[in-house]
């Protein structure tokens, strides 16, 4: 197993992610936005960073993630692919910019990739046709991350976040699911917000990587939004999120004694003047 920081100059890549399930070395995941946060956490130490749709809320505000744009994608996956180097990045496909069409799935996550020199993309969900998207990717050489249980994507059709695959044939439905992503070519999958015993099930059942986020221990990897873990949203406190940092009070204290300093006339000094 080692320290968590035994490689960290080497790049990571899917096949690497793989080698890390065989050798039971627990795989790190955050989300970035930007450039600044993904230096920082390349920095750290993590092995993946993921773009996440999931910018609609931190970014922009947004109740859900349905707005979100292939352009907004490509413009943050950007950034953060010019802040680090050595995590595995991967972008998410925004909604509907893969559900029309396994063609139009394809198109977008090549301009994914080409546009933004990314490594993979993640799409949420195992329809016929998204298994076609995944293999179709897969072939043409885009690494493919899936998305099980709680889906943002589809909150119109659940009509709430809660946890997914609690009862008996939802949770059957979540691990056949995972086979059958994992038979299209998937090289990992996300399990958001499902019991642990069903994360461990299908996590002992894949040979490709789990990436848990609400979804226990037994899972191949974590992953957690960076906003939520660094204490910078204050009011979205899963039981699933473990605050790291506090960085909401670091952050309004800071810009409170600026403004104080700006207002009193004790910003800037002589010193801090040309
Ligand atoms: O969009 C996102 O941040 C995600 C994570 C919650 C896995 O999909």
Redesign the pocket.
Known sequence: MGSYLEDTNKAVTTERLREMKSQRRKICCI?AYDALFARIFEEAGVDLI?V????ANVIQGKET?LSVTMEEMIYHTKAVVSGAQRPLIVA?MPFMSYQISADEALRNAGRLLKETGCDAV?LEGCTPQILTAVKNMTSVGIPVIG?LGLT?QSINKFGTYKARGKDKAEAEAIFDSAMKLEDAGAFAI?L?KIPADLGKKISENLSIPT?G?GAGKYCDGQ?L?CTDMLGVSVDFRPRFVRRYAELYDVIKNAVEQYAKDVIGEDFPTDKESY
């Open positions: 989300t993921l996440g749709d999931s910018l993630t998410d993640k998305h943002p996300v958001e990436i986020i992953i939004v």
